[in-house]
């Protein structure tokens, strides 16, 4: 759910790019870069947390022992696929510079990810394993475990994904607007031979 607020959010800052794009929103620089970013940052950062934090990332619901890799797989994938499918949902909204339909691409998914993590508040402090956290032994405070340090160290390298990808996506729209600027001034190339004729 982050992952379509981030992905509309990066929309915002490429409509410049989009707008100016006739081959569409996945034809487009902005989608490239964003899918880089979901690839090499938001799926891997996912990964992280089922492959070594399992029970954690799976809220305790579910042993992370009792599934198939394949699955693990999955939600992998799905995370990863959620940043340009935000992306895409929102592209068509930013290219128009809607800002009302794109953050409500936005807000709704973050608004009820908020949501879950208020009401699992206990689950997302505590890092244990499956039978630890049903069995009411042998949990700790995720602010002391190497879980907690896990999800700082991820935090950091997500935020500079997203400064990277966002800065990419302002230089992009600006490139893109001075060079449409520098095109309208110089006019039409046959516009000027006429007028070169008639003197």
Same mark, same amino acid.
Request: aromatic share 12%; hydrophobic share 55%.
């Given at each position: 759910?982050?992952?379509?607020?981030?992905?509309?959010?990066?929309?915002?800052?490429?409509?410049?790019?989009?707008?100016?794009?006739?081959?569409?929103?996945?034809?487009?620089?902005?989608?490239?870069?964003?899918?880089?970013?979901?690839?090499?940052?938001?799926?891997?950062?996912?990964?992280?947390?089922?492959?070594?934090?399992?029970?954690?990332?799976?809220?305790?619901?579910?042993?992370?022992?009792?599934? /198939?890799?394949?699955?693990? &797989?999955?939600? !992998?994938?799905?995370? *990863? +696929?959620?940043?340009?499918?935000?992306? #895409? =949902?929102? %592209?068509?909204? /930013?290219?128009?510079?809607? &800002?009302?339909? !794109?953050?409500?691409? *936005? +807000?709704?998914?973050?608004?009820?990810? #908020? =949501?879950? %993590?208020?009401?699992?508040?206990?689950?997302?402090?505590?890092?244990?394993?499956?039978?630890?956290?049903?069995?009411?032994?042998?949990?700790?405070?995720?602010?002391?475990?190497?879980?907690?340090?896990?999800?700082?160290?991820?935090?950091?390298?997500?935020?500079?994904?997203?400064?990277?990808?966002?800065?990419?996506?302002?230089?992009?729209?600006?490139?893109?607007?001075?060079?449409?600027?520098?095109?309208?001034?110089?006019?039409?190339?046959?516009?000027?031979?006429?007028?070169?004729?008639?003197?």
């Amino acid at each position: 759910m982050i992952g379509v607020a981030l992905g509309a959010f990066f929309a915002w800052l490429a409509r410049g790019e989009l707008a100016r794009n006739d081959a569409g929103a996945v034809a487009s620089h902005g989608f490239a870069v964003v899918s880089l970013f979901a690839l090499f940052v938001y799926a891997p950062i996912a990964g992280y947390f089922i492959a070594f934090h399992g029970d954690w990332a799976y809220l305790y619901w579910i042993s992370v022992r009792s599934l /198939a890799s394949a699955v693990d &797989l999955t939600l !992998v994938l799905v995370s *990863g +696929a959620s940043v340009p499918l935000g992306f #895409l =949902a929102a %592209a068509r909204w /930013a290219r128009i510079e809607r &800002l009302g339909p !794109v953050a409500i691409i *936005g +807000a709704i998914p973050l608004a009820v990810a #908020l =949501a879950l %993590a208020m009401v699992w508040q206990k689950r997302l402090a505590t890092s244990a394993t499956f039978a630890h956290f049903h069995g009411d032994f042998g949990t700790e405070p995720i602010t002391s475990s190497l879980l907690g340090r896990g999800v700082l160290l991820m935090d950091f390298l997500g935020l500079a994904g997203i400064v990277w990808c966002g800065l990419q996506m302002r230089s992009m729209s600006r490139r893109r607007r001075s060079t449409f600027t520098r095109h309208a001034h110089a006019g039409p190339p046959s516009s000027k031979r006429g007028a070169r004729r008639k003197s």
